[in-house]
């Protein structure tokens, strides 16, 4: 690989100096022109999803975007979708509420995820996938979490294709990195049809942020996989902030994780979304404190601010992928 596709990211994103970004293999993707840049934002947001709150945070943080969970989509279609269409901040989803409503046996039951994605059809939501408002569905938080089997890339993939069928338009994924993803079959290539896209959240744990961002990419384009990156920024740092994190014993990113590691994984020129995990105004971490009150801190704040221009300044990159077109019926064969 040549210096220019090195420096690709870092140079593209205008970050000042052209230091050394992640050495990932130059997109196959076509550059999109004229379209907006990947959203950014951040998972959760409790005590924040008002339009004050929204309004707030697009203010400070440049967030456009926000991921969050509900199985009713009576508030979903009436409430949490218009105000987010009010703000004009877009929404990815999980509807199909946690593991214990499909798991049976302690097996991923497929058929009973499908039965509760099943009355989203017709519910209303689609008017909001069909302006843009909701622009992902969540298919599963945590694909590997499954007291005895987790559901395979089969699985995954016609998850993705039932979900395409009753919400046409709307860009599926999962949360999983695209190392730790089942590969699909030998009758696929080794790659996703249906599936668009998964999350590679880094913290510290998983080594250089520079490796782990060009081998989660190369990984994700060989499974024909889009990218969405972000920082765990409540549970992965390396104890440099001395804040304790969410979970006992794991510690929260500082304002120099927050930047050194989103510059790096901001740069990737596949990332088509940047998620942080999380920003919460009512949930409290293992030492008693509440996460935004630690993030709200001035040196915090302005980290994750230039986190959220240099995401705004990524050229376009689309994750939906094309519809999968039917194959050609055969044709009869003519007598002699």
Same mark, same amino acid.
């Given at each position: ?62 967030? /456009? ?30 509807? /199909? ?6 798991? /049976? ?27 843009? +408002? ?75 942020? +520079? ?17 969405? !990156?972000?920082?765990?920024?409540? !549970? ?26 989103? /510059? ?11 998620? !942080? ?60």
């Amino acid at each position: 690989m040549n210096l220019g596709a090195l420096l690709l990211g870092a140079c593209v994103l205008g970050l000042g100096a052209c230091t050394p970004a992640p050495a990932v293999v130059p997109s196959a993707l076509p550059v999109t022109v004229g379209g907006p840049p990947p959203p950014y934002g951040f998972w959760g947001m409790n005590g924040h999803l008002s339009p004050a709150g929204l309004d707030d945070l697009s203010k400070r943080f440049r967030l /456009t975007i926000f991921q969050t969970a509900t199985a009713d989509p009576s508030w979903a279609v009436h409430t949490l979708l218009p105000m987010a269409r009010a703000s004009g901040v877009k929404v990815t989803l999980r509807t /199909t509420a946690d593991h214990s409503a499909y798991t /049976t046996n302690g097996d991923f039951d497929l058929d009973a995820w499908k039965a509760r994605l099943a009355p989203w059809a017709g519910s209303g939501v689609q008017a909001f996938i069909d302006d843009g +408002t909701l622009v992902g569905h969540m298919l599963l938080d945590d694909i590997a979490n499954f007291d005895r089997r987790d559901p395979d890339a089969a699985d995954l993939d016609e998850m993705a294709r039932y979900s395409k069928e009753l919400l046409p338009g709307l860009m599926t994924y999962v949360r999983q990195k695209a190392s730790a993803m089942p590969i699909p079959g030998d009758t696929s290539g080794g790659r996703y049809v249906y599936l668009d896209a998964c999350v590679n959240q880094y913290k510290s744990a998983e080594g250089s942020v +520079t490796s782990y961002a060009a081998s989660e990419a190369a990984q994700a384009r060989r499974l024909g996989l889009g990218i969405i !990156n972000g920082l765990n920024i409540a !549970n992965g740092g390396d104890g440099s902030s001395g804040q304790p994190g969410w979970g006992a014993g794991r510690h929260a990113m500082s304002a120099s994780e927050i930047t050194d590691y989103g /510059t790096v994984l901001s740069a990737v020129p596949e990332c088509g979304m940047f998620l !942080n995990w999380e920003y919460d105004g009512e949930e409290r971490w293992s030492d008693g404190t509440v996460g935004s009150a630690y993030f709200n801190r001035p040196d915090l704040q302005a980290a994750l601010a230039g986190l959220g221009a240099r995401v705004a300044d990524h050229r376009p990159v689309p994750l939906l992928k094309p519809p999968v077109k039917p194959p050609p019926l055969a044709q009869p064969e003519m007598l002699p």
